[in-house]
């Protein structure tokens, strides 16, 4: 994650790699909550939609939180958080009973031009405000609906997660193991060239693996992967510029060993979107001819 002092040593050109690893409680309780984390989501996948979305709209409530905290310009953030909260559980109960994406969407950018409005009476940030509602409110519409609407939706969702986490844990694991020059120091210090290869390949490999089990064609399944997880690693890295931005390390502290919620969900959120719009606009099958 960022760190709050861009002249820091960790905002060098290169990262030092293996050498430089130290034991720390993060290997213990990074993995463990991650895998908890993703054995919920998986087991919640297997009732019906509603209870997948009810699971998001909580996910996004406490991320509304860490947003406005984050992006505050004084103490009095709780309207924003209670406005995108409203827009959120409005916007995923219309696309629930309407089975409609266009009147969940209309009332997140609804929202986005009421807070904008109310934050100017507010001394907040009118702009930031604003993006909070959509930047939330689009994932959690577009999560819902990849559920709820296509045939396969539980199966569809895993693969986008299986995509997201294993980018995520790819570019760790090798940015940490081989260091070399680092991709953004100055707005994300801890990325690494290696680690976002690393992850993307580590993608493409998991999900043309999830592909190939399902009878699907895995070289397109790790071909897609492979220029998909480029989304999750540029929601990585907007993240980071808005907490630099802010001057913070991390959204939050809830979850051990990954920070804040927004820290745990930044690289879902562009590919959640892109995902919705390839599968329901260009009707892109994200199965590869799965049989199973």
Request: proline fraction near 5%; aromatic fraction near 12%; glycine fraction near 10%.
């Amino acid at each position: 994650m960022s760190s709050p002092h861009p002249q820091s040593p960790a905002a060098g050109d290169h990262a030092p790699g293996y050498r430089a690893m130290r034991w720390n409680m993060d290997w213990i309780t990074r993995p463990l909550f991650g895998l908890v984390l993703a054995g919920l989501a998986i087991l919640v996948l297997s009732y019906a939609p509603e209870y997948f979305a009810m699971l998001v709209v909580a996910i996004t409530l406490l991320a509304a939180y860490e947003w406005h905290r984050m992006v505050r310009r004084s103490e009095n953030y709780l309207p924003g958080i209670l406005l995108t909260g409203v827009a959120v559980v409005l916007a995923v109960f219309l696309l629930m009973a309407m089975h409609q994406a266009w009147p969940a969407i209309l009332v997140v950018f609804l929202g986005a031009g009421i807070a904008a409005g109310l934050a100017r009476f507010q001394d907040q940030h009118p702009a930031w405000q604003a993006l909070g509602v959509i930047y939330l409110g689009l994932p959690a519409v577009a999560l819902v609906s990849l559920r709820a609407f296509p045939e396969r939706g539980a199966l569809v969702i895993i693969g986008l997660f299986l995509i997201v986490w294993a980018t995520d844990t790819g570019a760790l694991i090798f940015g940490k193991l081989i260091g070399g020059p680092r991709m953004a120091p100055r707005l994300s210090p801890g990325k690494t060239w290696a680690g976002t290869i690393g992850g993307s390949v580590t993608a493409a490999i998991v999900f043309g693996l999830y592909i190939l089990l399902l009878n699907g064609v895995f070289w397109s399944a790790a071909l897609f992967a492979l220029l998909f997880s480029i989304l999750a690693h540029a929601g990585d890295l907007f993240e980071s510029f808005v907490k630099r931005r802010f001057g913070l390390k991390n959204s939050g502290s809830l979850i051990p060993g990954h920070g804040g919620v927004l820290d745990r969900m930044d690289s879902t959120i562009f590919a959640s979107i892109a995902l919705a719009i390839l599968i329901f606009a260009a009707h892109f099958d994200i199965l590869f001819g799965a049989t199973s």
